[in-house]
């Protein structure tokens, strides 16, 4: 197998050639890709940072209710049930994407970019996880296209294998990782225990049944598809920090080693 990756990473180096990161020999508990794949990865950084660009914008277009129609209004779905303010905490995927996407391109031009890596780290592990697993377990494929709920599952996915690209590139420092610990930790308070700007803010589980409100209906947030998701949001936000600080140990020992 890793014959065959080295002969796709040699051809994917022939149209996107460039100088990478050598490896470090990290440990398979913080970089469980082969190294063909990772350096596969790394050059394709341009067009996967596109990818995710591209992605943010769809992912935006979805949380506004309008995946499939341009035809006015623009914003519905659950930005549109939102006040603006609140808009930065409510389509979670869509930002991890941005943030993925950005460091790929900070890397690529050598910027200085430290916690905005941390912060693609922490997004792509969480919301990588976090989404399939709601998607299979809480929601299941009613209520959606079956191409839809296949995409948003294997989508995610790959979003958790991208993390594993930001190790030969990012030190994580411990003050990025603080940044990213705390814009995360902040919006699981906010999406499922402290509600502010009219929250929560977590996306919209067609597991919580729809009640009758004031306004019209809203979600029912006291149901166990809520507490589950919200469990599974705070341990992906604890899991990362260990990886990241995990990663930024080993690559430490490594150095001192040489």
Known sequence: MARVGRRVERAVARYFDGPLPEPEGLPRYVAPLPTWLEDAGLRLAWPIALVNLVGTLFGFWYYAGRPLEAAPPLVEGQLGAAPLAAWPLIPDSPVATMFIGLSLVAWRLD?????????AFFGCIKLGLWTPY?????NGPGGIPAWLFWFLVLSHLAMAL????????????????????????FNDVV????????GPHHTWLRGEPLLPDAAGVAFDHTVLAHDLAAAWAVVLTLVATFLALATRVEKGRRHRAE
């Open 134 to 138: 709601v998607q299979l377990v809480l």
């Open 162 to 185: 991208e993390a594993f690209l930001i190790h030969r590139y990012a030190r994580f420092t411990v003050s990025a990782v603080a940044v990213a610990a705390a814009w995360y930790g």
């Open 191 to 198: 999406d499922y225990f402290v509600p502010v700007l009219e």
């Open 111 to 119: 910027w200085e970019a430290e916690p905005l890596h941390a912060l």
